[in-house]
């Protein structure tokens, strides 16, 4: 079973910026889907952004053009750079392998994004 470990949130003001950071182990990282998706206190989890194996992405209407999701398959690290935060974006942020095969799909721990006014 593979596992996700999620670092770099934080606490920053609006407009500022954080990049969070996915290792991921147990898989062949390369031919992996690999998404960031966030849960505000009392909100149902959400996608944010996806990227492909081959690096094509997808992004949630609420941060496109702010937020750029990448990989480093050398690394096995997908990454999430987050710039002109809004306190609406404050959320535990979790990464995930997706897969059509239900236990092939795993999760991160979430790491938390406070963004103040």
């Known amino acids: 079973q593979g596992q996700a470990v999620e670092s770099g949130g934080g606490l920053v003001h609006a407009g500022g910026s954080l990049r969070l950071s996915c290792v991921a182990s147990g898989i062949v990282f390369s031919t992996s889907t690999m998404a960031w998706y966030r849960q505000a206190p009392g909100k149902q989890r959400e996608l944010v952004a996806s990227i492909l194996s081959g690096s094509a992405t997808n992004y949630a209407d609420s941060v496109k053009g702010r937020f750029t999701i990448s990989r480093d398959n050398a690394k096995n690290t997908v990454y999430l750079q987050m710039n002109s935060l809004k306190p609406e974006d404050t959320a535990t942020y979790y990464c995930?392998?997706?897969?059509?095969?239900?236990?092939?799909?795993?999760w991160g721990q979430g790491t938390q994004v406070i963004v103040s006014s």
């Open positions: 995930k392998r997706e897969s059509r095969i239900a236990n092939l799909a795993f």
